[in-house]
């Protein structure tokens, strides 16, 4: 059993359940999935940057993602309806809390001039949103590989009902937020 997942059910979900009052334990606020997803523009005009971003995609997630196309055609983006546009990869379970353990632990500390995530970086629903600048402060990729420094986004879904409870429940994961 990864150690996060141990963590949350041998101490955080009854210290949850004490703190909001909640009787029954599967009420209380859970991390439900993380989606990992990137933007690729440059992918309409050069089809052989899907398969340089998969490779390392795959390699960070743990799992093979999936080409996003557009919804619709927009003239002034030359973006037509149905080319690839991005990738996402949607994480749940085991892989799920591997991957929350190395982006707490391991990659957060490696941003340059990181001082926590901001407070306003929740959702009304209690899912926490990060934008990361640059995939090579992961450890899985391989810097010589990287063509082009990319941004991706980083969404922590949870079952929480506010900002307060995924905050709380994030904050005893160890997430480290600004004060």
């Not at 743990?62 to 055609?73: E, F, N, R, Y």
């Amino acid at each position: 059993m990864q150690r996060y997942k141990k963590r949350y059910i041998d101490e955080l979900q009854q210290k949850l359940q004490q703190e909001l009052g909640l009787k029954n334990k599967l009420a209380v606020p859970a991390v439900k999935k993380i989606v990992i997803s990137i933007g690729l523009g440059e992918a309409k005009d050069d089809s052989g940057v899907l398969d340089k971003v998969r490779t390392y995609f795959t390699a960070l997630a743990g799992q093979k993602p999936v080409v996003t196309l557009a919804k619709k055609s927009i003239a002034s983006f030359k973006v037509s309806k149905g080319q690839p546009i991005g990738m996402m990869v949607t994480i749940r379970g085991e892989k799920m809390y591997a991957f929350l353990d190395k982006l707490i632990n391991v990659v957060l500390p490696k941003v340059r001039d990181f001082k926590g995530i901001s407070q306003n970086s929740f959702d009304s629903h209690g899912n926490l949103n990060i934008g990361l600048k640059e995939q090579t402060i992961f450890p899985e990729v391989d810097y010589k590989s990287v063509d082009k420094i990319r941004g991706l986004a980083i969404t922590i879904a949870t079952t929480a009902k506010d900002r307060e409870e995924g905050k709380k429940l994030l904050d005893g994961l160890g997430m480290p937020f600004r004060s």
